[in-house]
Antibody, heavy 115, light 107 residues
């Protein structure tokens, strides 16, 4: 079965860059679109963006100037970089498979932006 | 961007109740709608996609309907494990967007 696992620092300072990686097992990363989605504590879900193995990526316009998603097919993983973070970027960050609907999801990782 | 709304924002129900949640899109999204269930501290779980297609392994007491701008998620007979927050999500265009969620809790 397909499993996704997020990894990365749980604490990032304001103005710095948030970097997370999602390792995929049980499926080839070249087969689907792969997404990052976030959820601030106690709030709803926000789609950040997605990537396909041909390099095609799309981002939420609300974050487009600060975000990039990349893929390493040799390691079957993809990554998120969010630049110039503020406290408003504090959230649980999820990775998920899919283009129209999302499933399965990783367990999520809490990233706190604080000095 | 397409805006998604849900009603009610919360509903109190008992085991065995029929529960219906509504989701509305700000413009026509055809049948490009998915529903998710999220329990506290857990990732969302896909229940239904293309408005009415049940994801593999999801119990048949869950059903979805609608097209265009108005959609519903129905739980025909609430089980104890169904107390959770439910989100709708459109897939008509980019960026993908989610509704604000509906919390189903114990009456």
């Amino acid at each position: 079965q397909v499993q996704l696992q997020e990894s990365g620092p749980g604490l990032v300072k304001p103005s710095e860059t948030l970097s997370l990686t999602c390792i995929v097992s049980g499926d080839f990363i070249t087969n689907y679109y792969w997404n990052w989605i976030r959820q601030p504590p106690g709030k709803g879900l926000e789609w950040i963006g997605h990537i396909y193995h041909n390099g095609n990526s799309d981002y939420n316009p609300s974050l487009k100037s600060r975000v990039s998603i990349s893929m390493d097919t040799s390691k079957n993983q993809f990554s998120l970089r969010l630049r110039s973070v503020t406290v408003a970027d504090t959230a649980v960050y999820y990775c998920a498979r899919g283009y129209s609907q999302f499933g399965p999801w990783g367990q999520g990782t809490l990233v706190t932006v604080s000095s | 961007d397409i805006q998604m709304t849900q009603s009610p924002s919360s509903v109190s129900a008992s085991v065995g109740d029929r529960v219906t949640i509504t989701c509305r899109a700000s413009q026509d999204i055809s049948y490009w709608l998915a529903w998710y269930q999220q329990k506290p501290g857990k990732a969302p779980k896909l229940l239904i996609y293309t408005a009415s297609t049940l994801e593999s392994g999801v119990p048949s007491r869950f059903s979805g309907s609608g097209s265009g701008t108005d959609f519903t998620l129905t739980i025909s007979s609430l089980h104890s494990e169904d107390f959770a927050t439910y989100y709708c999500q459109h897939a008509d265009s980019l960026p993908r967007g989610f509704g604000p969620g509906t919390k189903v809790d114990v009456k």
